[in-house]
């Protein structure tokens, strides 16, 4: 079986692959859901205080007491077992992982060997060196490890030496050129400009002075420690250099006083001048592409008091002659006040926040009131880095504090929620008001596709959330979104243990293989399908509980029974695993449906009974959506309580992966429909022939389908919901598109032949790779036939001649199958379609309980394809391919359509066709060319030949007259019809190639045009439809737009409630005396409005995480030809 990593599912995207280098293919994600992970540049101080011990006061309560430059009682014993860490040793474990066994030694005078020579022989306090540094001797807990995989580290460590690069380290005369003195002690590796100062003054006499961060230059052979954050697709290999470097005692050793206001106006040119940061100021060049919604943060970790600045007791600058403009802001010191210099790389949009950890800090000094001056200079700092902030420092005391703090600081990156779904909706009834239900995800901040092991990985979160409309009097009362409107919460805060529940196979081989319930259970023995239909690798299977006592270690490929429950417990989310706050998994394609009791009648007495009696009347009313934890989840819509959650058996063995892994598993929107399961032509229905039959695919998680009985999903809650049927097949592809539930009648060859109306789900083929793109000329039987142009009766569109090849039957296919067992009744296979049978399948008619006799679905080369099952001899089923959407096109050019055609009737009851294309996972395809079509079928039933004619057609891309867009555009999310106006949302990129500026990913565009109706001043020769946004009754426009970096998905048509205002009426009647009565005293109108859910970077609103696209429309004029279908999903 395939395990789909989601990383790899979305190779193609253009994302900057270096500082320096061209936008290229990646193995990336889509745009909203790329990764930007933050700059987090790592100000480490180190002065020669962090050879100390921590909680150790060096100075007591008399300043003037001479302990000795090293203060050898805070040193740390390196002769003892374990050995005592210093402050260094505990930021280093902080930063880079704690050390597995811990030595040291103490070089008391720094002199010799690597001293020689260097910045720090012959320094007072000793270097305490540490033994084993490798990798092999760390934990991967240190923070750079730890987020290695999410964030753009950079390492600064302190300069602390005020001359310039090769430098005497006492004061020279300066000219206007850095100097550069050839002998003696280098100047350490001085960054950033230099900054003058007149020490005592001295008339005209200046001195240049550089301290504060080392540079990353090569100056006599060695290099300073400056490690900018790495390239797009080099962060973690520089993440991991800084996590080996600063634990190298040959990179860095800590030394000398604590030059902050140096360092942080390094950073500050660093920020501004540094290509690893920097804006881009030509496309492809050097520069972040990213800068302008990339967050960047600083973090300094600091153990003392600012002395390196020229203002410390020694050198008072602050005394000295005021310097003009040479001096910043007219000052006498060569450096601002660290907080001033904050404050600016904030205004300045340089940096996000600044954060000041201080580290040990309340034992470092001796007097209360230096410690409490020198706490007031790093909370002075900590205010300017993070102005709307509680303005202090944070202060850790340990390795453990200090982890912590630094994890929670880059937490603070996290994102916000994407989606790709279209929302459910429950219309008021039975006391409850119009509720609404968006799905999404949190992609980052959560967690990131880590190695094994890692102990970063966190999944992504699912979010679920509900919004509220009562009627307050007469208007619509939208209600905040609060904790018991978000269902992952309710879930989060569960305190009793889930319902999950699982199918396991008697032979466990066989958890990926087709699999039979009970269902036939429910059927006489006459209405049970036998040979030639097929049998299931495994019949006769049940729902079980997700527990350790009915699932072994084997069926989850499972270490050990230890592993099986670890597995079992991540998945359910214990307290102890890292599920635990957030026990939904990622909601990415599969959008929520809405099922409650059937609300009304139709033209069958057993359904009324059916809905009428329990358990369908009393049932509540469920939201079902699938997550990318493998789980299919049903909601109690009132309650937001989980009622209970299925796993299908096909993911039994990819379980365990998810614990590091971000795969693809259970993807796929839920389709639910009430169908009878069987009966024959001359018998009648009972209440009891019926169910509400739920079907799920998997998407790109899996190659099959799964089947539950959902009549009772309070009864699910002791014993599992009623498993049906897992349908998979040799030639199945990904199961990408929606299967149609319908009802048909045929001869059952298992039965002599006696027709019978059934329950049958028709499910596409399914998604395959295209390898070897090579060109074709189809088969006569997949050639369409000419269309004719309703604009130009004489004139005609001619599919093309060729297309591309796909060798392989994979996804071929369309798969006739019963509702009830599962077993294949019809193949249509690919000595039908040339290719495979992606997109969703829509049937006609589409009433329930009413046998329907064609279906339509179009193939991956854009090709629509006419399912004709009218006749009852099951021989006789085929498909015929009636449009080609790229006619005119290359062979190569063709485009996807993933969601189902939409289906109308025209005033001749004549079928109308609507379809879009586009690819909702290549959002990025620069190069795509899309359309979207209106169709007219006529269909001769005795020559059982169907003809087309093309209403219009809208081309998106560039051109003349504002109905095209450009080159990439493509629909996003199903379309939607109303009052004879076809509503949909495309998506247009942007061309990386041509920006500096990364950050925007493209725009959405909301249409509406008429259905039917074409502008004929546009043929050429087919014509482009009418416009039927209407934004007042004088401006009808064809779209809205652009909506800048939102992906707006599909449509949906939504009633506002009708509220009314009543009033107490009394009333006299001669015959039955006085008596009073409700009556309306006011009402209002209701409206329809067009819903869709936003993903990018549209925001929430009201409380909800999920942002919303709403548009009210006009009302309908009364026509005799107008329907409208439950909340005016589907009107025309």
Known sequence: MTRNLISSAFAGLALLTGALALPAPAAAQPPDVREIPPVVMLLVDTSGSMMRKPKCVCRPDNPTADLGAACDQCLPNCNIVPAERNRWAEVLEALSGSFISYDCTEDRNRTGGQFTGAYDENAPIPFIRIGATSPANRRNDGIVTVFRNRVKFGLMTFDVVNTTVGALPQPVLSTALPLAVAQGKSGMFSYGPNAIYQFGGGGNQTYAINNGAQNDQSDGGDRGSLIPPGSETSRVATNELIADSVVDSGFVRPFGNTPIAGMLQDLDYFMRNDPSVAPQVSAGGPGDGFNQCRARYAILITDGFPNG????????????????????????????????????????????????VGFDFGTLFGTSSEAASAGQVLNDIAAAGDPN??????????????????????????????????????????GHPQERFATGFQPLGSGEIGDPGDP?????????????????????????????????VVLNNRAARRKLFTVVPTVLANSDKQLQGVGDAALVAALRLGSPYAAPTESNVSSVPFESANVSAAALAAADDTDRDNIIAWIHGDATTPRADRRLGSIYHSSPRTVSRPLDDIAQQSFNEYRREDPVATRPRVVYVASNDGILHAFDADTGEELWGFIPPYFLTQLKELRTQQLWTLDGSPVVQDVFRARAESSGLTKDDWMTLLVVGMRQGGKAYIALDVTDPNGAKANGPKFLWQFTDADMGETFGKPAITQIKFQDKSHGDSIEERGVVILPGGRAPLTGVTECTPL???????????????????????????????????YFVDAVSGRLIKKLDSTIFPAPIIGGISTFPATTGTPSTVGYVTDADGVIWMLDYSDTDTDSWTAQPIYDIFHGRGWDEAQPALYAPLLSTDDQGRIVILQGTG????????????RVVSLTQDFDTATKKASTIVNWELSLEDAAGGFQSSTGEQVTGPLEIFNGTVYFATFRPLDVTTTTNLCNFGSSYFWGVKYLDY???????????KPGLVITSSNIVSKKGPFDNQIIMGARVTQTPDCTETQTVSVTDPYIGSRTHQAIKTHAATTFEITAN??????????GQVARFDNTLPPIPFTPFTKVTGLAGSTD
Request: hydrophobic share 30%; glycine share 10%.
């Open 1015 to 1025: 502008d004929s001043s546009t043929a050429n020769p087919i014509p482009q439809p």
């Open 1094 to 1103: 936003v993903g990018g970077l549209g925001t929430g609103d009201n409380g």
């Open 309 to 356: 600045d020229l203002r410390d007791r020694q050198i008072d600058c602050t005394s000295g002659p005021r310097g003009g403009a040479s001096y910043p802001d007219g000052g006498s010191c060569p450096y601002n006040l660290p907080d001033q210099i904050v404050a600016k790389m904030i205004q300045d949009k340089l940096l996000t926040k600044l954060f000041v």
């Open 456 to 488: 970063t990985f966190r999944p992504w979160k699912g979010v679920l959330e509900r919004r509220r409309y009562p009627c307050n009097g007469t208007s619509v009362d939208e209600q905040p979104v609060d904790d018991t409107d978000r269902f992952q």
């Open 780 to 814: 006569p039987v997949a050639m369409p036939p000419a269309a004719d142009i309703a604009a130009s009766p004489s004139s005609t569109v001619a599919p093309r001649a060729t297309r591309q090849c796909w060798p392989s039957a994979t996804g071929r296919a369309v």
């Open 919 to 930: 690819d909702i996972d290549a959002l990025e395809n620069i190069g795509a060319f899309n």
């Open 389 to 430: 902030g509680p303005g202090l420092a944070i202060f850790a005391e340990n390795t453990n504090d200090l982890q912590l703090t630094l994890t929670n600081i880059i937490d603070e990156a996290a994102p916000g929620t994407t989606t790709r779904t279209v929302p459910g909706w429950f219309p008021p009834s039975d």
